[in-house]
């Protein structure tokens, strides 16, 4: 999970974790993409969805009805939150990692977490 050089999150890209067309390989990924998020969630750790945009013809959103996907909805959405928080927080200095932050939270990933989800799902961007 490399939080022992400073990782704070885990950034998924959907489609390479479940979207084959080969009934096996799709197995395996979907094991080894649970077996990673289940881990970020044991960690309190935030889990970031998105496909990449940097080759033509991505999808602009993930297919997140996929069964592979859907039983994470909740934690990519709290995600989502969390980094909207941080995109309007951090102009502030009260960003995710910030002075203020480790602060207020001191090791406390949940509360941080939490703290995070429910002002990014409140608030939006100017």
Same mark, same amino acid.
């Given at each position: 999970?490399?939080?022992? =050089?400073? &990782?704070?999150?885990f /950034?998924?890209i959907p489609?390479?974790?479940? /979207?084959y067309?080969? !009934?096996?390989?799709k $197995?395996?990924?979907v094991?080894?993409?649970?077996k990673i998020?289940?881990?970020c969630?044991r960690? /309190?750790m935030p889990?970031f969805v *998105?496909t990449?945009? %940097?080759a033509? *013809?991505?999808k602009?959103?993930?297919?997140f009805s996929e !069964? $592979?996907? &859907?039983r994470?909805?909740?934690?990519?959405?709290e995600? &989502? $939150?969390i980094? %909207?928080?941080?995109?309007?927080l951090? !102009?502030?200095?009260? *960003?995710?990692l910030s002075?203020?932050a480790?602060?207020?939270?001191g090791n406390?990933?949940? &509360?941080?977490?939490?703290?995070?989800?429910?002002f *990014?799902?409140? /608030? =939006? !961007?100017a």
């Amino acid at each position: 999970m490399h939080e022992s =050089h400073g &990782a704070v999150l885990f /950034n998924l890209i959907p489609d390479r974790n479940w /979207n084959y067309a080969d !009934p096996e390989v799709k $197995a395996k990924k979907v094991t080894h993409m649970n077996k990673i998020i289940d881990s970020c969630i044991r960690r /309190n750790m935030p889990v970031f969805v *998105g496909t990449e945009m %940097n080759a033509a *013809g991505q999808k602009l959103v993930d297919t997140f009805s996929e !069964p $592979a996907l &859907a039983r994470y909805l909740k934690v990519f959405v709290e995600g &989502a $939150a969390i980094l %909207n928080a941080h995109t309007i927080l951090a !102009p502030q200095g009260k *960003g995710f990692l910030s002075d203020w932050a480790k602060e207020k939270f001191g090791n406390d990933k949940k &509360a941080r977490n939490q703290y995070y989800a429910e002002f *990014g799902t409140k /608030n =939006h !961007p100017a």
